[in-house]
């Protein structure tokens, strides 16, 4: 699936201490203003200056989390909205403030730094306006806080119809699925089987230092983010990083399957190849990566360079196959289809703000295509694995319910279902569930009957 490529930790915490903190909240500011203009935090963190950059990310990442609050906040102070810009700013500084047990510096010193932003950039016109904001905010803040505890947008820093909607889905889990949405997502390795084992890669780590914990059957879990440069095994391919509910789908689809066959394996909506080079890491297996986007499609192929494994790639639109398909049927399909990315929000949490509801409905028609198109590639006897990294049943079980309803030919196979995004805390016990910190995913692994 195609899915945005910003994570907090590909790039260092913190910033060169000769930036000034004014110079990142006012690039922070733009960023949350290019995504309230529906752009998604990639692109937007990217045309920041790179010395900039690591800073940036983090006081965005931390203010999206906390932009439901922010904006109940300023409503408080404000009940109009200041120019864009000026809001941005505003809102920015709020959502670092807000929690001064979580703040990120000191919070006179935010409200400091946020009022030269505005100064010298384009929210001058307006400084005077931010700066009683926050001088008010600091004043009266049990009061303005214990008011916005009223609004579910601003307890748990969702849109309202994402709360309502997992309310109804999930009236056991909502709670605790928004609650671990807005912790950071941990850094999870692969480690590739045809280099080492997980044991191997956690000996190797706990050497030098790295605090690191075994999960699921090829995973190593990070205590602490890394540079990925600073990992060992990671330029040679022996580890790759991909979080633990994601490790699933390979081993999924390959259960049960003679490995020892020559299998044809299509990977549609391939990019940027983490579940490819899996799949080629498990088996000696003729792989089609399938992507319809050029770009993404080189991040495969660098990928599996880096990984020394071999697929062939394809631009092309999985719900076109006869643009591209060659007649011969595959014994196994991974259907990673585009989805709402609602299970990943941990890492991306700009999408909760860049969805709509509508969205759903849509990205399901497209799903229900993808599947009736790729089944008829599927030999009989083969194996279909359709996966989304979604909380919501649209894009999961309700779509493999209809799709098993009007194929009497597919029979689903035991599959993991609905997994809610969960954080594991390191001091508590490891549970016994193998994967204890992962993100939201959907899988269900149907069987092709013969006729």
């Known amino acids: 699936m195609t899915r945005p490529d910003a994570r907090e930790h590909h790039t260092p915490a913190g910033s060169p201490a000769q930036i000034p903190l004014w110079r990142q909240l006012q690039a922070a500011a733009e960023v949350l203003q290019a995504i309230r203009g529906g752009a998604s935090a990639t692109p937007a963190l990217a045309a920041v200056d790179s010395p900039l950059r690591p800073g940036v990310q983090a006081l965005v990442f931390h203010t999206l989390r906390n932009l439901g609050r922010a904006e109940a906040l300023r409503v408080q102070l404000a009940k109009r909205a200041p120019p864009p810009p000026a809001d941005a700013l505003l809102c920015t500084a709020l959502a670092l403030v807000w929690n001064e047990a979580q703040a990120p510096y000191a919070v006179f010193t935010l409200v400091d730094q946020a009022v030269e932003a505005a100064n010298r950039g384009p929210a001058k016109a307006q400084a005077s306006f931010i700066n009683a904001c926050l001088r008010r905010f600091l004043r009266e803040r049990e009061a303005l806080v214990s ?3 009223r609004d579910p947008v601003a307890v748990w820093n969702h849109p309202r119809w994402w709360i309502q909607r997992l309310k109804q889905e999930q009236p056991q889990q909502w709670q605790a699925i928004l609650a671990a949405n807005n912790q950071h997502a941990p850094m999870t390795l692969r480690v590739n089987a045809r280099k ?44 790759s990083v991909q979080d633990a509910a994601a490790q699933l789908a390979a081993p999924l689809l390959l259960q049960d399957l003679d ?13 940027p190849g983490g579940k490819t080079a899996h799949l080629l890491e498990l088996a000696q297996a003729e792989v089609t990566a399938l992507d319809i986007d050029a770009i993404r499609c080189e991040r495969i192929e660098q990928n599996l360079q880096r990984q020394g494994l071999q697929a062939k ?40 703000w860049l969805r709509r509801e509508t969205d759903i409905a849509q990205l399901a028609q497209l799903q229900a295509s993808l599947l009736k198109r ?13 996966c989304t990294c979604s909380v919501f049943r649209a894009e999961g079980k309700d779509q493999i319910e209809t799709f098993l309803a ?27 569930n193998p994967i204890f910190d992962n993100d939201g995913f959907f899988y269900a692994l149907l069987e092709k009957r013969a006729a």
């Open 406 to 432: 009007h194929h009497t030919d597919a029979h689903l196979r035991p599959s993991p279902g609905h997994l809610m995004p969960q954080t594991w805390n390191p001091e508590d016990t490891v549970p016994d």
């Open 259 to 271: 490995l020892a066959q020559p299998l044809r394996i299509l990977d549609a909506c391939a990019a």
């Open 313 to 352: 790639l394809l631009v092309a639109d999985a719900n076109q196959p006869e643009t591209w398909w060659d007649g011969q049927a595959f014994d196994a399909i991974l259907l990673d289809a585009p989805c709402t990315a609602s299970g990943i929000v941990r890492r991306h949490p700009d999408v909760r």
């Open 374 to 386: 790729l089944w008829p590639l599927l030999r009989p006897g083969g194996r279909l694995l359709y």
């Open 147 to 149: 008011a916005t505890e």
């Open 196 to 239: 080492s084992t997980p044991a191997q890669v956690l000996s190797a780590l706990l050497a030098i230092n790295f605090e690191a914990s075994l999960t699921g059957s090829h995973g190593v879990a990070l205590t602490r983010p890394h540079p990925v440069q600073e990992i060992p095994g990671f330029a040679a391919g022996t580890v």
